[in-house]
């Protein structure tokens, strides 16, 4: 395939949930590519002409051409490079990861985005939500009866939800809050812990202190913010 | 293909932009199906049992098995029918479509719902958002140079985006605000044009009337919510 030969770069930061989407996704697959670290408070300009719109990370520039949108890049790699597929062969089950990693975007994500960003009654219901939503990952877990959401092996679902195998023990020492143990969501528990430790994904985690340090900081300007 | 002998069935409403991309979809490739009509005051249990996470229309049942989330139907519905493609064939190409589609999504349409459902401020700045993300839709359809988002025929990012062609002149009528005309953005008003009387298109948009009552009763809600 001619788009093989071209050259992957991958524009990210070194904490991104979303850019280590993509990070995963090329070593699963064993793609060679070149990492443009950025500092979003003075973006290159190479990021600003690759993605105009968002201005954000992840880019995957392959061959010269941009991508934005990591959920948009999984897709696009997995088109591409056939080996270790991420998403089923079945259209029904392409659906279902579809919607699940849609599901932790637009739902979890932002449940928890709500639980570390606001103070008082908003973050009560951020708590609430994540934990409603939560328990769905749990009872999909469950009816899949698998080691990982796409099967016995990493899939879609697996590298589009891998934050919650890091962030939610960050947020546990920046606000004291633990949303996934064995005692409350048993399944997605385990998955946390052997989803990280898997390899290739257990290579590529962001140091923790790091994030936490990071985490803490921008906690204390949602707080100032509110105050 | 197996699918292919399977009932299909669309649990819609008669107003749901969402699920008129599906009603859509299945026309243009022709594609007999039944539908149901949700009354969401009152939702069926059938409804609640295929879509338990989000208890929402669009809901397509194909062969028993159900699927939610409209983009995710689009995406199945042009993998289990192949005539009359959405998606275009080459990946780089896909990726964009997915790209704007989302775009259309998270953007354009949040930034929508906040011009209409917010006063003061809030409002002001959703007109702001609603005219920046619309001049990327315009500035894509210029640099395209054809008739619609996907090329010499509507595709994937048309019949996602197709709610711009009748929402607008209902929000004008509700609000009074004309958001895309000749003169703000030409060519998304010819899209607006060409899309909502191309042929199957034109056969199944809501009674304009109706929407226009439905909306005004809605904004008075926010309205009143707000005072």
Known sequence: MEEEEGEVKLFRTWSSPFALRIVWALKLKGIEYDTVYEDLANKSSSLLEYNPIHKKVPVLVHGGKPIAESLVILEYIDEIWNQNPLLPQDPYQRALARFWAKFGDDKVWESMKKVFMKEGKLKEEGIEEAKENL???????????????????????????????????????????????????????????????????????????????????MHQIFMNKQA
Chains 1, 2 share one sequence.
């Open 135 to 217: 328990k769905h990952l749990e009872e999909e877990l469950k009816a899949g009866g698998k080691r990982f959401f796409g099967g016995e092996v990493i899939g879609f679902v697996d590298v589009a939800l891998g934050w919650l195998a890091n962030l939610p023990s960050v947020l546990e020492e920046v606000i004291g809050l633990s949303l996934i143990t064995q005692q409350t969501f048993p399944l997605l528990s385990k998955w946390t812990h052997e989803f990280a430790n898997a390899p290739i994904i257990n290579q590529h985690w962001p140091p923790k202190q790091q994030l936490v340090t990071k985490f803490k900081a």
